[in-house]
């Protein structure tokens, strides 16, 4: 099996910084891609960011610029560093990553437990 744990949601203030984890542990033999997505009360799950295993990035318009995704393959975690956070960010983040595992030929999409940031004053 493989797990994603994330970490490093919370409150913060608009302007204010946020770094997020998720760390994949499990029967792995590779890692493709990863990324971050969010949804916001009311919302449909949207993609924040996604990142190759070569390292090519890709964001929302809604973030670029302010938000930076980077990954280190030796700990299978990829990260999402949000800086100049705004109300309209707050939303439960969730990471995906595309693993191929020992056990099976192919790919599986895992998917983290979402962590919540709130920007408010």
């Known amino acids: 099996q493989v797990q994603l744990v994330e970490s490093g949601g919370g409150l913060v203030q608009p302007g204010g910084s946020l770094r997020l984890s998720c760390a994949a542990s499990g029967s792995i033999y590779s890692i493709n891609a990863m990324g971050w997505y969010r949804q916001a009360p009311g919302k449909q799950r949207e993609l924040v960011a996604t990142i190759t295993s070569g390292g090519s990035t890709n964001y929302a318009d809604s973030v670029k610029g302010r938000f930076t995704i980077s990954r280190d393959n030796a700990k299978n975690t990829v990260y999402l560093q949000m800086n100049s956070l705004k109300p309209e960010d707050t939303a439960v983040y969730y990471c995906?990553?595309?693993?191929?595992?020992?056990?099976?030929?192919?790919?599986?999409?895992?998917w983290g437990q979402g962590t919540l940031v709130t920007v408010s004053s």
């Open positions: 995906k990553q595309v693993v191929v595992p020992r056990w099976m030929g192919g790919t599986l999409d895992a």
